[in-house]
């Protein structure tokens, strides 16, 4: 059997959302002439309580995106160390946007208040512009981990004060959400921008949004255009993101559970130990030999595929395509080991 664990990207599109995607519109959303597409945005924004959105191919491209659209060049961002911000999308605010990144490492995916404050800088003529902030929710490197509602607002209204943008990366924001129970706009509330991803738990095969102002988003449309990605006729992405939102939400709570059960097994096998609290879907845990090697091959050989070459770590993620019957397997070869 090949368990494929790398990653929640990794979704396939069900029946229902191929049905949809079949009967997506067809108009070019370069002219804004896609009904589709329009009505997603619209929908997206109103969901989130934002004036508008973005439909993009990717959540790098969101979020590159809404750098670009609130900030200049000589501005300064603050982000986590182990932001998907800033570990994995190339350094790119400082070639697209001409900012500096000035990573913190927040603890429990939040800077202290005092961290915020201290990272502002006073106008010099040899300082950059303290600008934006930004979060991320659920956290990846972080397990999936979901930050406490009333410390992030802590935080937000921090910064807020102290002038900056706030920004989250809410790639899985939804998997917070069905997990902490709370509502999308209470989070876009704390914020200026959002992204949040179709084409991880949600089920989409490809796409994302950013929701923000009407200014923001205005100029992130500029901006997309001239990072290639003006779409044509994305209309079976945005039919396909459209039943994701109606269909794939509540079921995250399952792909939560599955998680829960691998952990349970990584718990208790004495050679394994788990490295990150489990909030929604990710599974991280290490060997205590220190076999990293050794570890991955034995998963490799059962088809247990994974990644731990990013994190150092083993990173396990549940998705709407593992069952259960995937889970025992994965189950009885994490207790083998
Ligand atoms: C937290 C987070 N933000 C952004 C992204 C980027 O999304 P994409 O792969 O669609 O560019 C990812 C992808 O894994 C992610 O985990």
Redesign the pocket.
């Known amino acids: 059997m090949i368990v494929d664990l790398r990653?929640?990207?990794l979704t396939k599109p069900t029946e229902g959302m191929l049905d949809a995607m079949m009967s997506g519109t067809f108009g070019d959303d370069v002219f804004s002439e896609d009904e589709g597409t329009l009505k997603l945005q619209e929908k997206v924004a109103r969901m989130c309580g934002k004036e508008s959105a973005l439909f993009t191919?990717?959540?790098?491209?969101?979020?590159q995106l809404a750098v670009a659209s609130q900030t200049v060049p000589h501005d300064e961002v603050i982000l986590d160390l182990k932001?998907?911000?800033f570990q994995?999308?190339q350094g790119a605010p400082a070639v697209i946007s001409g900012v500096q990144m000035r990573p913190l490492d927040y603890e429990n995916a939040l800077p202290k208040l005092q961290e915020v404050e201290g990272a502002i800088r006073f106008p010099d003529i040899h300082h950059p512009v303290s600008r934006m902030l930004c979060l991320?929710i659920?956290?990846?490197?972080l397990g999936g981990f979901i930050p406490d509602f009333d410390e992030l607002k802590a935080v937000c209204d921090k910064a807020r004060g102290l002038g900056l943008k706030i920004h989250i990366?809410?790639?899985?924001i939804w998997n917070a959400i069905v997990a902490v129970n709370r509502g999308v706009e209470e989070y876009a509330s704390l914020c200026d921008s959002m992204?949040f991803?179709f084409?991880?738990g949600l089920g989409a095969p490809?796409?994302?949004i950013l929701v923000g102002s009407k200014d923001t988003i205005t100029r992130a449309h500029y901006l997309r255009k001239g990072l290639g990605g003006g779409w044509r006729q994305p209309g079976m992405l945005a039919a396909a993101a459209d039943y994701a939102l109606d269909n794939n939400i509540e079921r995250l709570a399952e792909d939560h559970g599955r998680a829960k059960t691998i952990a349970d097994a990584v718990e208790k096998n004495p050679k394994l130990r788990l490295t990150r609290r489990l909030d929604t879907n990710m599974i991280f845990f290490t060997v205590k030999s220190g076999d990293l090697q050794g570890c991955s091959e034995y998963l490799e050989n059962k088809g247990i595929l994974h990644d731990w070459k990013h994190f150092n770590m083993f990173r396990l993620v549940t998705y709407l395509n593992i069952d259960d019957a995937m889970v025992d397997y994965t189950v009885k070869a994490i207790l083998d080991y």
């Open positions: 990653s929640d990207v191919v990717s959540g790098t491209m969101a979020n932001s998907h911000i994995f999308e991320e659920s956290h990846n490197y990366d809410g790639a899985r992204m991803c084409s991880k490809i796409g994302s």
